[in-house]
């Protein structure tokens, strides 16, 4: 059971490939960068560590300003694989916070978000997919990506369950302040 609990200690948020030509292809990237900026600010308020991916950010362009600009540090490992794990800056960073809890977010659901998944998986690490922080052009490659994690062994979740697992108890600060944000 344990793989399905978050707690702020424990804890990394990683946003996969939020850049400004892939943004451009989906959707529902309205919804999943609105969500992932409230995942970012209680991160920020809990001193979650987060860890921002790029893409061939030549071809793709940089991480979308919004999410740049909430950012507390904005230093984006650049990759050219798919799975983050393959790009050896990118597991060094994690294992580096000493975190067995990765809230997954980002772009594309069914390519580079699944093939980090379970590349963070087979590391042992526990992983939560926030299903309304992630996206594909096409929403039946969303949907096979999101059964193809939640059958690997990934947690697959949504913004407001993440914040309040992360946050534990109303009444605080840091409640008040996401409540707001989220109503």
Same mark, same amino acid.
């Given at each position: 059971m344990g793989k399905f609990f978050l707690d702020k200690t424990n804890a990394a948020l990683v946003i996969i490939d939020i850049q400004d030509r892939l943004a451009a292809a989906m959707k529902v990237?309205? &919804?999943?960068?609105?969500? =992932?900026?409230?995942?970012? &600010?209680?991160?920020?308020? #809990?001193?979650?560590?987060? $860890? $921002?991916? %790029?893409?061939? @950010?030549?071809?793709?362009? !940089?991480? /979308?300003?919004? *999410?740049? &600009?909430? #950012? @507390?540090?904005?230093?984006?490992? %650049?990759? #050219?694989?798919?799975?983050? =794990? +393959? %790009? @050896?800056?990118? /597991?060094? +960073? *994690?294992?580096?916070?000493?975190?067995?809890?990765? *809230? /997954?977010?980002?772009? +594309?659901?069914?390519? =580079? $978000? /699944?093939?980090? =998944?379970?590349? #963070?998986?087979? %590391?042992?690490?526990?992983?939560? *997919?926030? !299903?309304?922080?992630v996206c594909s052009r096409a929403k039946e490659n969303w949907k096979t990506g999101i059964e193809f994690m939640r059958d690997a062994g990934a947690a697959i979740t949504c913004t407001e369950t993440v914040l309040f697992q992360l946050l534990k108890v109303a009444g605080t600060e840091e409640f008040k302040a996401i409540s707001k944000k989220i109503k």
């Open positions: 990237k309205n &919804e999943v960068i609105k969500n =992932c900026l409230h995942l970012i &600010e209680l991160s920020k308020m #809990l001193n979650i560590p987060i $860890v $921002v991916t %790029e893409q061939y @950010p030549k071809g793709l362009g !940089r991480t /979308l300003v919004e *999410i740049k &600009e909430q #950012l @507390p540090v904005y230093q984006p490992i %650049e990759k #050219l694989t798919f799975s983050c =794990c +393959e %790009e @050896p800056n990118f /597991l060094n +960073e *994690i294992k580096k916070l000493d975190k067995m809890s990765i *809230i /997954l977010t980002g772009m +594309e659901t069914h390519i =580079c $978000v /699944l093939q980090t =998944c379970i590349g #963070l998986l087979r %590391e042992g690490f526990n992983v939560h *997919i926030v !299903r309304d922080a």
